[in-house]
């Protein structure tokens, strides 16, 4: 039997995965006593099968865009902080269009995302060699984001935990939430887990794509849904790409609520060397079946946008479940509901790079400060009752 808390906990985090470590972070560097549960291990859901994207390329002018340029300047505080060992690289993006129409859409969107601090560079054709030399030739041009970055994110998650950690946040895993105690007046009392009672004022939802799950146990909705997707990894290469290169589609991709299956190149290389090769997006609930048709689009994408590619050996395949919300912008923040509860979860495929603004808002909220960012668009109760039935794993 675990010990209880002593001195009395400010606030029980669900969920170990980037968002969850990102909210315990800063919620303990706050001065709170912080106590993280998962029901698995650390970044053991989507966070474990993200290719770790801190992008502002692919959002146009809004409350997404705002959190990303938030978030894109506390990783670069995080990476002076934690060091190499989560494998921060401000690479920048490439997005590339294979027409002139295609083109025309990448200046018009660029020209919008510059109005509120997203750095842009229009690259001709004849000069996308200079920035990827391995592309397939005949693409109509491109742009290149500077301020696009990545992180190895398992290992940005565990990291931000250790420092959690270091500053007195507590740390289970492999326990699970059974149940959020409420008190008479509606408010969070704490929870129940399947080993013992953790009270405290706050409960924060971090569980990602079972998000929906955690607030029902609140008595809340949330449309919480899984949306797969897969990734390839190759065999250890060269650094034949140098920036995340993706096409112009996979901004449409993002956007699109589509439950359908849905694939766009998204191609990058590694530290280690290996090349990841994404990304798929598609509705079907929990279903962890290898799609064949998914990873056979994937890596013949992949090949036409690098012809190097057509020959390199894939090593493995991975799934997960990014966490969609029907507007396709996160929940954040405290549950006008539920006094007590906080959400920090339906970031679908952005969680990556917006875990740490999530975190650092949320613990504004906890600690009665001013947030830095408007968090009206993030409510979790914007959506009707009737929106999406909560689908079972």
Known sequence: MLKSWTPPLDVVVVGAGVVGAACAYYAARAGLAVAVVD??????????????????????PGPELDLALLSLRLW???AEQLGPAVEYEPKGGVVVASTAAGQQALRDFAAGQAAVGVSAEEVPAERLHELEPHLA??????????QDAQVQPALAAAHLLREARRMGAELSTGETVTAVERGPDGAVRGVRTDRRRL??????????AWGAELAALAGAHLPVLPRRGFVLVTEPLPRVVRHKVYSADYVADVASGSAGLQTSSVI???????????????????????????IGRLAAEA????????????????RGFR???????????????????????????????????????????????????????????????STDPLEKP
Do not use: W
């Open 39 to 60: 029901r698995g291990p650390v970044a053991g859901g989507t966070t474990g099968a993200g290719e770790g994207n801190l992008l502002v390329s692919d959002k146009e």
């Open 76 to 78: 670069r505080e995080l």
């Open 137 to 146: 030739p005949g693409l109509a041009g491109g742009y290149h984001y500077p």
């Open 199 to 208: 009270a405290a004022p706050a409960v924060v939802n971090a569980t990602g």
């Open 268 to 294: 990058e290389g590694t530290p280690g060397g290996p090349v990841l090769i994404g990304a798929s997006r598609e509705r079907v609930g929990f279903d962890r079946t290898i799609s064949h048709e998914a």
């Open 303 to 318: 090949a036409a946008l690098f012809p190097v590619l057509a020959q390199v050996a894939v090593m493995r395949t991975y």
């Open 323 to 385: 966490p969609y919300l029907p507007d396709h912008l996160p929940a954040i923040g405290e549950d006008p509901r539920v006094p007590g509860l906080y959400h920090a979860c339906g970031h679908e495929g952005a969680g990556i790079g917006l875990a740490p603004a999530t975190g650092l808002l949320i613990s504004e909220q906890l600690t009665g400060k001013r947030s830095e960012l408007d968090l009206a668009p993030f409510r979790a109760d914007r959506f009707p009752a």
